[in-house]
């Protein structure tokens, strides 16, 4: 939607109603992934999805809550009631220019109860459908065959999000700084919800094992879980359309 003018808008608006928002962070991302990587993912994943169903891209959340990580430099943290209160008047906004079906692809943890509590409250107003792609938590279920490293590629910076970038942003990822860092806390309760800073379980900014990402499980990563969110709306929400998108 930014990147066209009031006129164009009103006449591709008459073709769909759904509309996805990417929402990410500005966070450290291991020493070899930019700050940005959250947010860029969102918003790669959001466009291959959307010219595959017609869809709209709303804003992008650049930044969210990230407090658990402000011991590594450059991060930035929204608030959550700050980040709550942005949604709420952006979703609001986009339903008064017709939309009805939000579509939220969202690649920072920090961000997802909050989307959470929004979609609950927003679809109060009939006619009003949200889902959200939890995406680093999402592609954990459609990896098989793919990754190497066990529930550690899918940490953070790790082989999961490291091969990802690759095939995204390759111009952004610096081997010669990536790491294979395992953990450092070993929590003895696992069973019992803590809130350590992200600092104690890692120095570098990655947990896992960068080392043995590439470009290629990058590609089967996006591309298996993309065909999984088209799937989803062709069959779930909008099955009588099959492959097009009204």
């Not at 969210?64 to 930035?76: A, H, K, N, V, Y």
């Not at 920090?110 to 592609?139: K, L, M």
């Amino acid at each position: 939607m930014k990147e066209m003018s009031w006129k164009t808008f009103v006449e591709r608006k008459k073709t769909t109603d759904l509309v996805i928002i990417p929402s990410g962070a500005f966070e450290v991302y291991g020493p070899h992934l930019p700050l940005g990587t959250d947010t860029l993912v969102a918003n790669k994943i959001a466009g291959l999805v959307a010219e595959r169903v017609n869809a709209m891209i709303g804003p992008v959340l650049e930044a969210g809550e990230s407090s658990e990580l402000e011991d590594f430099p450059g991060t930035i943290t929204i608030s959550s009631e700050s980040f709550k209160q942005y949604l709420w008047d952006t979703l609001r906004s986009l339903e008064k220019w017709g939309f009805k079906d939000f579509l939220f692809v969202n690649t920072h943890l920090g961000n997802v109860p909050i989307i959470n509590q929004i979609a609950f409250e927003f679809q109060r107003t009939p006619g009003i459908r949200c889902a959200q792609i939890d995406y680093w938590r999402f592609i954990k279920a459609h990896c098989d065959g793919i990754i190497e490293s066990g529930e550690l590629a899918h940490a953070h910076a790790s082989e999961a999000g490291t091969s990802v970038m690759m095939h995204l942003y390759p111009d952004l990822v610096d081997v010669s700084q990536w790491v294979n860092e395992p953990p450092k806390f070993n929590d003895l309760f696992p069973d019992v919800i803590t809130y350590p800073p992200f600092s104690a379980f890692t120095n570098s900014g990655t947990i896992g094992n960068a080392t043995i990402g590439t470009k290629e499980k990058g590609e089967a990563l996006v591309n298996r879980s993309v065909d999984r969110i088209v799937q989803f709306l062709q069959e779930s929400w909008y099955p009588a359309e099959a492959a097009v998108i009204r």
